[in-house]
């Protein structure tokens, strides 16, 4: 049987879970977190044809060649598309390229690079998206990156990790000033068919994944799970998990502000600070 994509049913898709978990309004302006590859490009591309106010925002993680294709990319493309571009330079941000975090910091922390880029990630991201006036900050996580962390969580032995996972991230939790809220309007979409649709596309980008990820634990999970699982049965983990902790909370403690660089934080010192400024 031929596989035929239809774009309209993925960005009919998107519009549905915008509406149905109120992710964003017409009238707001959009950040949309920006890697370079498949996902982010198509995720600003289809909100841009909506008619949402977008906003592309990328972070320079020093990678080498592979960044500087991914900046040249962006910048191209965004241009063809017509929305702004801000690229934020991490090394004028926090002092250090992503490597050095990757490979010293996270190493004395005794956690995965991967696990630290994502909170180095977060922190610049929401920093900036407010710095801009974003209402909304866009990632592209799709339904196999969701997928994946309910199973990672269980083969940890805690799936509770994963409470107020959604197309809104906390789930409308009281998140606290200065957090920009996340939303995943691919959150439904399974991976295929976003690869699908950017290929159909033409989008010229690299399709390959971050070299750093060879090897991690998210890549071994994303392997097997891709040989054992339909799309169906993927969205059937992500839906019987959030119907399952409806109404839990991730965490009593009150979100307040981080003594050190005053980002929201739970905790006295923010994740972030607690990494970066070990040294
Ligand atoms: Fe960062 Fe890992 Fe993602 Fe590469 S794969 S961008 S190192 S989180
Ligand atoms: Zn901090």
């Known amino acids: 049987m031929v596989f035929v994509l239809n774009f309209m049913d993925i960005e009919k898709k998107i519009t549905e879970t915008i509406i149905k978990y109120k992710l964003m309004r017409k009238s707001d302006k959009v950040v949309v977190a920006l890697s370079g590859g498949k996902d982010s490009t198509s995720v600003l591309y289809i909100l841009k044809k909506l008619g949402y106010d977008v906003h592309g925002l990328m972070i320079d993680l020093y990678l080498g060649e592979w960044s500087d294709i991914h900046?040249?990319?962006?910048?191209?493309?965004?241009?063809?598309?017509?929305?702004?571009?801000?690229?934020?330079?991490?090394?004028?941000?926090?002092?250090?390229?992503?490597c050095f975090v990757k490979a010293v910091l996270a190493k004395k922390k005794g956690l995965t690079g991967c696990t630290v880029c994502g909170i180095v990630k977060?922190?610049?991201?929401?920093?900036?998206?407010?710095?801009?006036?974003?209402?909304?900050?866009?990632?592209?996580?799709?339904?196999?990156?969701e997928a994946q962390n309910v199973l990672m969580n269980f083969l940890k032995g805690n799936i509770m990790l994963g409470v107020g996972q959604g197309p809104a991230t906390g789930n409308g939790e009281n998140v606290g000033d200065g957090f920009v809220q996340r939303v995943k309007p691919l959150f439904f979409v399974p991976e295929g068919e976003i690869l699908s649709y950017a290929r159909g596309k033409k989008f010229d980008i690299l399709y390959e994944r971050c070299p750093c990820a060879l090897g991690t634990y998210r890549v071994d999970t994303r392997g097997w799970m891709r040989e054992?699982?339909?799309?169906?049965?993927?969205?059937?983990?992500?839906?019987?998990?959030?119907e399952s902790v409806k109404?839990?909370?991730?965490?009593?403690?009150?979100?307040?502000?981080?003594?050190?660089?005053?980002?929201?934080s739970r905790g006295k010192i923010c994740k972030f600070c607690d990494i970066v400024k070990c040294i």
């Open 71 to 98: 900046k040249k990319n962006m910048d191209r493309f965004c241009g063809e598309i017509g929305v702004p571009l801000t690229i934020v330079d991490m090394k004028k941000e926090i002092g250090q390229g992503i």
């Open 122 to 145: 977060r922190w610049i991201l929401n920093r900036w998206a407010r710095k801009m006036g974003a209402d909304v900050i866009v990632t592209g996580h799709n339904l196999d990156d």
């Open 228 to 242: 054992a699982l339909s799309d169906e049965e993927k969205l059937g983990i992500v839906e019987g998990f959030m």
């Open 247 to 264: 109404g839990f909370k991730r965490s009593e403690r009150k979100v307040g502000k981080c003594e050190v660089c005053g980002e929201v």
